[in-house]
């Protein structure tokens, strides 16, 4: 099937990125993003970029806001999001790849965006293929979240740092490994490698890794360690950490 990638224009393409929050992620009407925020990021130096077929119209979309840190600016990503049926056909990745493009022609060279530290399928696109590093944790940063994924959760995220025109991303976009694999790592964190079938069985139980994850994750970046790749083996699904490369 081909995409066609582009910003969103009308009015209907934007409300159709409404309306794919709720499909994917089963939010309550009130923590969706309203039309209102999709219409103004355009005009405010961020961006809707949309997944297009030729018929069916939206199928996924990646969404910018303009942030800063002091005096450097920076895109903070609200949302990436491609419908189910169109899952696992590296659509992901090329909205993140035009995300990319849009951002250096803006003159940006950082993009973060928060994701769920427990969904290993997000946290391999993440740092592995995009090559994003991760140095801060937030312990139930939405509160509460009426989510299909978040199932009662508290809403913990971590923080992805996408340094576009850093050597490890230049790596990871050649698809070559993001770190070193030779080099040994200063400490791993295992996280479960299936958390929806976790929630469903043995909800105690994913609870409990949640908090194990939380508390190893917190300490490792206290002590000025970065999450810089994840390895999914007979050894189990886990984070790799690394001291700062800068």
């Keep these: 099937m081909r995409y066609t990638i582009r910003p969103c224009q009308s009015l209907q393409e934007l409300a159709a990125c409404v309306r794919i929050q709720k499909e994917i992620w089963g939010y309550a009407e009130h923590e969706l993003y309203p039309l209102r925020l999709f219409v103004n990021l355009g005009k405010i130096g961020g961006h809707v970029l949309g997944a297009f077929i030729l018929e069916g119209g939206l199928?996924?979309?990646?969404?910018?806001?303009?942030?800063?840190?002091?005096?450097?600016?920076?895109?903070?990503?609200l949302s990436l999001a491609v419908r189910r049926e169109h899952e696992n056909r590296g659509l992901g990745k090329a909205l993140k790849l035009a995300q990319r493009r849009a951002a250096w022609r803006a003159g940006v060279h950082l993009i973060e965006w928060t994701f769920?530290?427990?969904?290993?399928?997000?946290?391999?696109?993440n740092i592995v293929r995009l090559g994003a590093v991760v140095r801060r944790y937030h312990p139930d940063y939405y509160g509460a979240v009426e989510s299909h994924f978040q199932q009662g959760?508290?809403?913990?995220?971590?923080?992805?740092?996408?340094?576009?025109?850093?050597?490890?991303?230049?790596?990871?976009?050649?698809?070559?490994?993001?770190?070193?694999?030779?080099?040994?790592?200063?400490?791993?964190?295992?996280?479960?490698?299936?958390?929806?079938?976790?929630?469903?069985?043995?909800?105690?139980?994913?609870?409990?890794?949640?908090?194990?994850?939380?508390?190893?994750?917190?300490k490792h970046f206290a002590n000025q360690l970065e999450i810089?790749?994840?390895?999914?083996?007979?050894?189990?699904?886990r984070y790799l950490l690394d001291p700062y490369e800068d």
Excluded: C, M
């Design 153 to 218: 959760l508290p809403s913990d995220r971590l923080v992805g740092e996408w340094w576009l025109k850093s050597p490890r991303v230049r790596r990871a976009l050649s698809g070559k490994p993001p770190r070193s694999q030779r080099k040994k790592p200063a400490a791993e964190v295992w996280i479960p490698g299936d958390i929806d079938s976790l929630l469903r069985s043995r909800p105690a139980e994913a609870r409990a890794a949640q908090a194990a994850v939380r508390e190893q994750l917190l």
């Design 116 to 125: 769920d530290p427990l969904r290993a399928k997000n946290a391999f696109l």
């Design 228 to 237: 810089t790749d994840l390895i999914q083996d007979e050894r189990g699904t």
């Design 59 to 77: 199928v996924g979309f990646v969404a910018s806001l303009p942030a800063w840190h002091g005096r450097e600016r920076y895109y903070h990503s």
